[in-house]
């Protein structure tokens, strides 16, 4: 079967209008923009604090807001419709992370506006959000995946803003605790690690191994979606 571009675009479509529908959900969207908009007017002075918006966008909008539209999908009974119908695995996975993907570009682009972000070298940076993005979408997909109904997703989403957003919060303890340095290896972390050896002048030479491990975890994510995907398919 050959990847169908509309076949994807019908599942956006459609996510589209559910969540044009669903006042919590686009008000969460907006969560960031009013953070963004409250740090830049107090003026930040270092990267942690760009990120902790940046980090923010990911967890309220990539993450949030996919696992709605499949624990939606879930609620709804029409997961199963939408397993037996001619889309793939891949146009399934790419047509239901399509609306968040762009709704994550459109808010942190703003956000990084807003708090006047303005990094050393903007195309490695670009790169490692654009990763991040796909990784946070993953998450997204796996509490979908994992849970029954959009209540339940948004009770689920609890830990990964605890570790994804106030995880960085971690990083002065590691001295005294060692077993946390393990936290090091979090994307949010890497992409932190990133952005400040970005602002010293690092190039792409001395960063792959933080894209690279944001690129570790994507793969990971992704390969226990389908797995639970698969799974679903036969347990329905």
């Known amino acids: 079967m050959t990847f169908s571009m509309r076949r994807v675009f019908a599942i956006f479509h459609k996510d589209y209008k559910d969540v044009s529908r669903n006042m919590y959900v686009t008000t969460t969207v907006v969560l960031p ?26 967890i309220l909008v990539a993450t949030y807001v996919q696992s709605s539209l499949i624990a939606e999908e ?10 037996l119908s001619p889309a793939s695995t891949i146009e399934i996975f790419c047509g239901k992370s399509l609306l968040s993907f ?7 682009f703003l956000s990084v506006l807003l708090t006047g972000y303005n990094p050393n070298n903007a195309l ?12 946070y979408l993953g998450v997204g997909t796996l509490i979908g995946l994992l849970t029954k109904s959009v209540m339940e997703a948004s009770v689920a989403i609890i830990p ?24 090091e290896y979090l994307p949010n972390l890497q992409l932190i690690d990133l952005a400040k050896q970005v602002e010293t002048g690092a190039g792409l030479a001395e960063l792959w191994p933080n894209l690279g491990i944001i690129l570790l975890w994507s793969v990971a994510i992704y390969s226990l979606c389908v797995y639970l995907y698969k799974k679903s398919m036969v347990d329905e």
């Open 124 to 135: 490695i940076v670009v790169i490692a959000l654009f990763l991040s993005a796909i990784f």
């Open 74 to 83: 879930k609620e709804k009974k029409t997961l199963r419709g939408l397993m």
């Open 102 to 108: 762009i709704s994550t570009l459109a808010i942190i």
């Open 160 to 183: 990964a803003i605890g570790i994804f957003t106030l995880g960085s919060f971690v990083t002065p303890f590691i001295e005294k605790y060692p077993i946390l340095a393990i936290a």
């Open 33 to 58: 923009l009013i953070m963004a908009v409250f740090f830049g007017r107090l003026g930040i002075e270092n990267v942690e604090s760009h990120y902790i918006v940046i980090n923010m966008a990911f």
